[in-house]
């Protein structure tokens, strides 16, 4: 075996993600190879996922499965970051990867350096809760029992169970060969470790007219109760066989947390782009160009939703775990206060410029919504005539400025007349605004964690938490029937 | 390259792990043949690549400033590699058979890889196709608009001539004698607009290589066909040609100017500064019938005193501008101290702020007891430190100022701002004071932006401008030795404030 | 017949023998260095085996793995990107039950931990109710190895090249007419080598390429734009001739001036009605693959996919097969892995398997199925009853390694219709209704109701009229394709590439669709933005 293959990282059982250590040993035999001066960024990561998927009450695949990157950037400090990337850290991949990136360098235009360059301040990251044993150490064999919970459930009621269990750990660092030899250069992100765990089923009869949906995300497997997810699951499935056709129109309807969740994604999305997409005209939350002040005006501090809807994320909150990031910010943030829209997201930059503060406010990465008292039965008892909905899927928006969207119930729709939930019902195809959702409340139920498996606006497979109330709303449109289970 | 069998097997030796290695990211081949280009608009493209990575590694490794200014500059050949490239690639075109659509591709390509005698040609078919197309069922709009359309060619091929590197002067010199003689008289408005900007420009191009002779007779011949047109065609000119506010009697000027000569300029101001206002009045108000007041030109007037100061530093113990110095007052606003997080995001483009320094140090090379002022204010913010109290953020500018090398006294004062209400809490400048950050002479001389004054030791406003540029600052050093070695002028009266 | 671990040591010592020629110093040459020696390095095969015989070792009673290396080159007008990663994956069966195990390292030490540990995997789970994998049959590939014939391969040429090149074309473009402009111009391509190698004596490899583009016009008038994108450059099994060898600045200079009559038309407002509808080839590629492509997925259609993607609107195969009416008599559908330069052709799919060519859909009736080795089996009793073989179409996919081999559309084709009949006269042929562009479809998660956004047109008389402001189409899948009642010509086919996500996680490949312009009976227009 060549000396080479030595050097290649393990990632044997007990040690499934990069240490923080091997993270900064890799990034050390980069700078080394540099060759022409400037800074040398580096960002290395790993990723471990243990996985198990089943259909038709079998599991079909149990995988375990691992990967790394390097990514190289070389130029002048604060330049940008494109980079060349490679997932092998032997010493001939890692000194090509280096001069790829030097090549792509010698292309592209980045502006000189400026003659005055001031010691970066110390950035802080937020405290987060984003760890846990519990994620780490679930292994193949307690995921194996779950599943076997789970499909048993559902195969003893004649029903078919289909789903997906997963935990996964990560690490990333982002490195400067400038901030090591005491030079000014952008920041580092310091190495971080995290984990994240999901479970979710989708129970159908096998005549295929009932269907019902279950699931949950966290960093923290052991947040997750499978078995109970599973009984949910079924139950609806039961409960939602052979829908009737209801004509479309407006309904009171009774939303679970996560088809709360699922339809406020427009808005969040809103938030996540910030303030400077609004103050540029964009959006639901451009409100107009105040030409006295020489500025754009947004709807921070109008009220645009109901008193009782506030939308807040504290990092420290462990219920909210999410991967920090430098200049993200570091106190707790409220986005919807009472109704008033009192922050959206904003970078470092913009801070130091409009606002004179030292850090951003960084992206709703996870959120915590007020939520009330009022339990689902008593909704459901104070009810003339309604629907019950267990979440919205295929959702896409059709008008940036109102947030008008479409997309489809799913996974169990219920009509309730007087009091009572009555039958199941098609689902629909609904026209509707998260905006006008939150203006339309009747009732909040308790704020409850939700299933939200992927970081929406990153699309990096983070988490990304979200703590969503039910809501009673009136008037939501549904505009088509659709025959599909 | 070829390598030699023995490095090949020495290597074999020494790397033998790398026969086995696992990856192979080779680095892109940075050589292409950009002779197999078979469109003009990827010549175009290859050559911007080669120029941008030609001067890339002197913006970023070379600090141009600190280099002597060559004023023949224009003049000098492109580097060889960008020139290679612009032949090799446009090599497969030919002047004769080109598409004339692609005439304002091919013609600076053919510039740049200095194929004249093809421009030269494919002018001539452009021209020859002119009223090809097409009859009409009266003479008299045809003709107007092949006149419309022969112009429009011609001021192109002239601009491309000028701005190509080397400067084609002769060849746009003759382009424009040559459409001088064979325009017909009595001249109307449009060929004799189009004329005029030719002749200013070519005036103005020597004024840069520093030819005053061409640049006298350049501006006469202008200045000649400015006087030809009857005041209602110069009206139709100033509207249809010249459009926005002012730059037709800044043309005018600027030609009345150049046709005056620099030395009878420089002359009047060695009497006296009324005198040389004088002049300056007189040169605007041929022009262009007006007063410089009119105009919002604040020629003539007392420098304010600067106010508002917070900064520190030798020099502002004096009330500025400094009596009995000659004096540049450069209102600075945003020269490279605004809020970067990353020093290279720069709000205004940073190709800005520096040439402004380097001007600055030659300036103050050229005229060691010229006294120089800095304004420039407060924000609240500066790049990416963490938001800076005033008295904190003064000393910041100021090391940065430093760093830049920029000479003389710097005066800065704290911005007011208010507060949007939170939770929006944007901070908004409040309206400037009076001279705080621009000189404001009442109510016409425009007060944002950067502009420079130069003043004179009675405190006189001599000459403002809009921003100090490197083709300019042989003018006004000279214009300040000729200051400096007169010494005051006497009387108050010609120099009176209004 | 299978091949012998000796058989495979004997061929691998004349292949190390290869190895050890003298490769071009990358340092000095700068030239990407030629891999026509990697696919066939023995030791490749020699990891592929170590795995093989660790998991047979610890259980398995079928074992496969892949050995992929990836590169990837994304460039844009200013700038390019290059990336370069290797995996290994290993699939065990036991009692019934899949294991799967992946990473980074090309070691024997991690064969043989990737090849126990997917049998750990499934042996964990085989503890559960039982279970029946009964793989279709395949031959052996018993040292096949294949190169994707690609003109330009895109890696070996400069990168500064391609640049020049989109950037020349966003010159043209700013040439073509006043207010026109490129808003994007951007390549993407990979290249893979891939090795696979199964317990059942299999050991392949393959070399593949894809390619995809994106250009997108902008004309401006009057404070109004209107883009569109360059529909050519959809993925392929392509290299660089992706770009060269189309006809770009035809196709820019006519998405420029289809803009500027756009911009002339009036815009009316939506009358809700039914109508009949010409849509264009793109838009029929698009229904397909959104529509049967996904619902004759086979272990979609039994409910494998109903926690992610969903189920298939044709949700009970055995029943459904030689009899359902999937469209009408002009709708023929096959399925392949083989065309040249179809994005999911291969030699070989993840399983080994030589993919064949289907029919899915034969006059309108649906008559197959996407499969794999094990889900060809849940059709048995369907392919016996019409003395068809039991076997795999080839749909194995798993676009790197590190992922799991499954079930992913092939390319598919839409046979065309008889007649020389393309968009321009299918619209001549409208006395009233509806023409569409540049559709977006938005299906349900049986993929039976639609929502079809786009440019919408009234066509009177056979003439475009005016552009349906803001309308949109609704659809059922069984309803649309019966309603199908011309049909382009072979001439008006075009072929696009699609990318697919599917899985749990989510993985995605790409793949052909190929269609022409087709005209059906009576969809509905409705205003999408308006509420009940």
Partial sequence: ?485 | MRVPFWLVAMSIALRVPAATAQTLLAPPDTNVDVGKYTTIEECVAATARVEEALYRRERLGVWRDTLPWNPKEALEPLPEPLVSTAQRCSARFQAATVQLSDLRLVVPLFLLGNRDKDVATLATRRLAAIGAHGTTKSAAPAVVSTEVERLAVLDSVFQWYLSARPARISSADSLVTALDRSTPRPMRAKPAAKLMQMYLALGLKAQTLQDTIVTRARAMRAIALLDSLTPSERQAVRETEFGTSQSFESFAYAANLARAGYGVMLDSLRKSTAAFVALQASLWTEATGESPEAAGFPIGRKAPQLVGAQSSGAGTSVPRPVAGKVNLVLFVDQMCTDVMVLPNQHLNDPSECRPVAASLRRMAARDPSLEITLVDRTRGSFMYLAPPTPEEEVVQINKDLAAHQVPGTSMIGTTQFFRIAAPDRRRIATKQLPNFNAYTFGKSWPSDGGAAFIIDQDGIVVLPTGALTRDYEQFFGDLIAVMESRGKTSTAAAGSPR | MTVSRRDFVKIGAAAATLAALPRPLRADSGRAQSLSHGMADPERRSLAMRALDAATGAGAVYADVRLTHNWTRFLYDKDFMDGESMEVGVRALVQGYWGFASGPVWSPDEMARLGREAVHQAKTNALGKSRVVNLAPAPAVQNGSWVMPVEIDPFEISPFEIMDYLRGLGIFTGNVKHGASLRASEAFFTKQEKAFASSEGSYCTQKLYTGSGKLVTNLERDGRNDSRAVDLLTVASVGWELFTGQPLRDAIRQAIETSERDLKLPVKPVDVGRYDTVVDALGVSGLLDDTLGRATELDRALGYEANAGGTSYINAPLDMLGSYSAGSPLLNVTGDRSAKGGASTVKWDDEGVTPDEFTLVKDGVLSDFQTTRESARWLESYYSRGNHPVRSHGCANADSAINAPIQHAPNLVMRPGREALDFESLIAGLENGLAITQLQTDMDFQHLNGLGLGRIYEVKKGKIASIIGGGGVLFRAPELWKGMHALGGSASTRRFGYYAAKGEPSQKTCHSVTAAPAAFKQLTLIDPERKA
Wanted: proline share 5%; aromatic share 8%.
């Fill in chain 1, 1 to 485: 075996m060549s000396r080479n293959r030595d050097r290649l990282v393990r990632l044997d059982d007990s040690h499934r993600i990069l240490s923080q250590q091997e993270c900064d040993a890799i990034a050390e035999r980069v700078f080394r190879l540099a060759q022409g001066g400037g800074e040398t960024r580096v960002r290395i990561g790993s990723w471990w996922q243990g996985e198990l998927r089943w259909g038709r009450n079998r599991v079909s695949l149990a995988s375990d499965r691992r990967d790394v990157f390097l990514n190289v950037t070389r130029g002048l400090p604060f330049g940008p970051h494109g980079g060349c990337s490679t997932n092998q850290f032997d010493d001939v991949s890692v000194e090509a990867v280096v001069r790829a990136a030097e090549r792509q360098r010698a292309r592209s235009n980045q502006p000189p350096p400026a003659a005055y360059l001031p010691k970066l301040p110390k950035l802080d990251l937020p405290n987060t809760a984003i760890w846990s044993d519990a994620s780490y150490g679930a292994t193949t064999e307690t995921r194996g029992e779950l599943a076997r919970t789970i499909v048993d459930s559902a195969e003893a009621k004649g029903m078919l169970s289909a789903g997906y269990a997963e935990v996964r750990a990560a690490s990333y660092a982002e490195l400067s060969s400038a901030i090591r030899a005491g030079e000014p250069a952008d920041y580092e992100n310091p190495y971080t470790a995290w984990t994240q765990a999901q479970c979710s089923m989708t129970v159908r009869d096998p005549q295929g007219t009932g269907s019902g949906w279950a699931g949950h995300s966290s960093y923290d497997w052991s947040k997750i109760d499978g078995a109970a997810l599973a009984d949910q699951a079924l139950d609806k499935c039961l409960r939602s066989r052979n829908p009737v056709g209801l004509e479309p129109g407006r309904y009171t309807v009774i939303l679970e947390p996560q088809a709360v969740a699922d339809f406020m994604e427009a808005l969040i999305a809103q938030i996540w782009l910030g303030r400077t997409w609004a103050e540029g005209g964009n959006g639901p939350f451009f409100l107009t160009v105040d030409s006295a002040l020489g500025v754009a005006r947004t709807k921070l501090g109008l009220k645009i939703a109901d008193e009782r809807i506030s939308l807040s994320h504290d990092y420290a909150d462990p219920a909210l775990g999410v991967v920090p990031e430098l200049g993200m910010g570091t106190s707790p943030i409220s986005w919807i206060d009472h109704g008033v829209l009192t922050e959206l997201s904003y970078s470092r930059d913009y801070a130091l410029h409009e606002l004179g503060e030292s850090y951003g406010a960084r992206t709703p990465a996870g959120y915590r919504m007020s939520g009330g008292t009022t339990t689902q039965d008593e909704m459901i008892q104070s009810t003339k005539r309604g629907l019950l909905v267990t979440r919205f899927s295929n959702i896409s928006m059709l008008d940036p400025r109102s947030l008008l969207s479409t997309g489809l119930t799913r996974d169990g729709l219920w009509l309730i007349e007087n009091g009572k939930i009555t039958k199941p019902v098609k689902n629909f195809r609904f026209t509707e605004s998260p905006l006008f959702m939150l203006n339309s409340i009747e009732q909040l139920g308790p704020a409850v964690p939700v299933f939200r498996a992927t970081d929406l606006q990153g699309g990096s497979g983070r988490l990304t938490p979200a703590i969503v109330p039910s809501l009673k709303v009136r008037d939501f449109s549904f505009t088509s029937l659709v025959d599909a289970v």
